[in-house]
């Protein structure tokens, strides 16, 4: 890799070609310790070191202190390679960890996330992100600061990113954490500064630069670690070689199993949910889709918050900063949408060959319907229960497990699905590895767009626009550190669970920033006070909102929950900025110029910091 | 402001706006739907919701990639 150095770019294929390979080697040199008798804990260390330890020389081969690099990667990542790093930028924890539990659990409901999240990068190619790479900014404040003039603008959209970013990145650590301590065996707030270390090795010397190349090396792993469990099941299930094509005649047979169970009619008695606590028992079918009103609008504002938090959170828009034209960046955001469905289209599947290894009495990993006994003595059920993760009640005190007396925590539908399916423990620790990579990539990313937005647009914008770049290059990271001991200690204290977190942090940013970067293109007549009206209005109403709801008592108005509370925010902040606009004098003829060269590809990019 | 960018932008927008109201339709009026999309042969609805929607979405953004590439060819203002 050193003496691919010069060039590097122009050498993509072939160094993550053989990356790949290595990987795929070392999986199956695990495999081979396994057979020969090494012990699983030294087998999820080794997992954990092997990954961490590649994503930290990457990082420490990006190094950087040229500002172009450090901010935005030189401005020259291909469209595929750009995609797979946003692929990874974006696909969290929530969606490696949490995301095929959720549907496990909650059924069709869960997955509106799956719509809203694919479908925000529709807008994200048409509205926003080839407008800010002609643009040229190093941050997302950047645009709005030199779009609507003047340090209070921008000091706005520095306060919503760090807001809605640093919500997200507590979850990330958090995720790091779990995962850490499971594989390693360490208490979690061992794990959360473990992986706060390994965080802070990938970004801090090279900034987006090390993170592109970081990230890239993580979306292989944690794609390869997601889809052999799956494939695996889908075969050992008789269901067919592809589990995307397969899972339709899967779900058939769950339905038939839930019907036959009483998934839905059978539920937890109320002492059995007390001796289960946070835990769940599965209640709702895989594909109870929505038929009230009240479902069909829950459905729809979910995907709609999702999507438009989708195309306003920071992180993701400055990934579109580093391609090397508008050009490449549109397409870019396709490429990134094709690496996500590697992985979204997967997670249904998931979440339904998990059900039959579970619900299908023809199966011999199966659990419901077997004497207690038997189930707690299963080695997988053992573990899980120790960690707090998994709790059998026998609630009717017949000896045997019915469907309401088994209550799991989301998360071990992934975590957990190979020593449920009987799958080598190999595998346990290539899904650790994976769960690991979507966790720290997504908090490379936002770590990163938090300290660039304070150190460029917060320091070296209003603070001291006289700074030198290396000074510049230093504040940066000693923010990046600062900010990341901050979310590894704020995780350790486990305010929220994972999913919590992440959804309001979209609320947030699509509260306070989708229509003052929308209309910031696409409305040639938006103003100053009208953004800034749009930015405070919008993300204070959201916040009131959620504040309200979640922790004040009030009954949410039309459904509309914690999770949604963006369909608060969103219309104040559309509504104040078109109005505080029309009222306020237009935009001077210098800025309506610069919205008329940002909307063509040609001529040079509008500014340069 | 020249003509040759009016137009370019007239363009640009409107092909936006189609852009727009596919994906409106693949976001919200399908999955309006819901249990409507089942029949006892094939479970629609999660279809649509697991691997439906996210697939037309990729069409949809590499499709308005290459229509804008198009347009900004056709007036000339596409990178050199």
């Not at chain 2, 960018?5 to 007239?10: D, I, L, P, T």
């Amino acid at each position: 890799m050193i003496r691919l150095e010069g060039g590097f770019v122009a050498n993509l294929g072939k160094v993550y070609g053989l990356y790949t390979l290595g990987f795929l080697g070392f999986v199956i040199l695990m495999g081979i310790l396994e057979a020969a008798g090494v012990e699983n804990t030294i087998i999820g260390w080794m997992f954990v070191a092997f990954t961490v330890l590649i994503y930290a020389l990457i990082g420490v081969l990006s190094r950087t202190m040229e500002s172009d690099q450090y901010y935005v990667a030189g401005r020259e990542v291909p469209a595929v390679y750009n995609g797979m790093a946003t692929a990874a930028d974006w696909m969290s924890g929530a969606s490696f960890i949490a995301m095929a539990g959720g549907i496990y659990l909650k059924g069709y409901p869960y997955m509106a996330f799956l719509v809203g999240w694919t479908g925000g990068y529709v807008l994200v190619a048409s509205l926003i992100a080839p407008y800010l790479r002609k643009f040229g900014a190093y941050t997302v404040p950047d645009f709005i600061g030199t779009r609507y003039g003047g340090n209070l603008a921008r000091f706005c959209a520095v306060l919503i990113l760090v807001v809605a970013s640093f919500t997200y990145v507590t979850a990330q650590i958090n995720g790091t954490g779990t995962v850490a301590a499971r594989a390693l065996q360490i208490p979690f707030e061992v794990g959360v500064w473990i992986g706060l270390a390994g965080i802070l090795f990938c970004s801090m010397l090279g900034g987006m630069r090390a993170v592109t190349w970081t990230q890239v090396a993580q979306y292989i792993v944690l794609i390869v670690a997601y889809l052999i469990p799956v494939f695996w099941m889908s075969n050992t299930l008789g269901y067919g070689l592809i589990p995307h094509f397969a899972q339709f005649e899967a779900v058939g047979r769950v339905q038939e199993l839930e019907a036959l169970l009483g998934v839905g009619t059978l539920l937890p008695t109320a002492e059995a949910q007390a001796e289960a606590g946070k835990l769940a028992a599965l209640t709702v079918g895989i594909n109870d889709a929505s038929e009230s009103f009240m479902e069909k609008w829950k459905f729809f504002t979910l995907v709609l918050c999702m999507m438009a938090g989708t195309a306003s959170l920071p992180h993701v828009l400055m990934r579109y900063f580093t391609t090397d034209s508008v050009r490449n960046a549109r397409k870019s955001v396709g490429w990134s949408l094709l690496f996500i469905c590697g992985l979204y289209l997967t997670a249904p599947a998931l979440a339904t060959f998990t059900k039959l290894s579970l619900l299908d009495p023809n199966v011999a990993t199966s659990i419901i319907g077997k004497s207690v006994s038997e189930v707690t003595n299963l080695e997988w059920i053992q573990q899980w229960s120790n960690v707090g993760f998994l709790k059998v009640v026998d609630g009717n005190g017949d000896g045997i497990v019915q469907i309401n007396e088994f209550f799991m925590r989301g998360d071990i539908v992934v975590l957990a699905t190979p020593e449920m399916a009987g799958l080598p423990y190999v595998i346990s620790g290539l899904v650790a590895a994976g769960g690991l990579a979507a966790a720290m990539s997504t908090a490379d990313g936002l770590l990163l767009a938090i300290a660039n937005a304070l150190s460029h647009d917060l320091y070296y914008k209003i603070i001291d626009p006289k700074a030198d770049t290396k000074t510049r290059l230093i504040v940066a990271r000693i923010l990046l550190i600062l900010i990341g001991a901050a979310g590894a200690f704020v995780a350790s204290l486990k305010l929220t669970s994972i999913l919590g977190a992440v959804a309001w942090a979209f609320c947030f940013a699509n509260s306070g920033l989708f229509f003052p970067l929308v209309l910031g293109v696409w409305w040639k007549r938006a103003n100053r006070a009208g953004a800034i009206a749009g930015m405070v209005g919008g993300f204070g109403a959201g916040a009131w909102y959620l504040y309200m709801v979640q922790f004040a008592g009030m009954t949410p108005w039309i459904g509309i929950d914690g999770l949604r509370f963006g369909m608060i925010g969103m219309p104040v902040s559309l509504i104040l900025m078109i109005v505080v606009s029309l009222m306020t004098e237009a935009p001077d003829a210098e800025t309506q110029k610069m919205v008329d060269e940002i909307r063509i590809p040609s001529g040079k990019v509008v500014t340069n910091a | 402001m020249s003509t040759k960018k009016e137009q370019h932008w007239a363009k640009t927008r409107s092909l936006t706006f189609t852009v727009l109201a596919v994906w409106a339709v693949i976001s919200f009026v399908i999955h309006w739907a819901g249990e409507g999309l089942n029949s006892p042969s094939f479970p629609g609805a999660y279809f649509m919701a697991g691997m439906g929607s996210q697939i037309a979405f990729a069409i949809l953004v590499f499709w308005f990639a290459s229509r804008q590439n198009k347009i900004d060819e056709e007036f000339g203002l596409e990178e050199k």
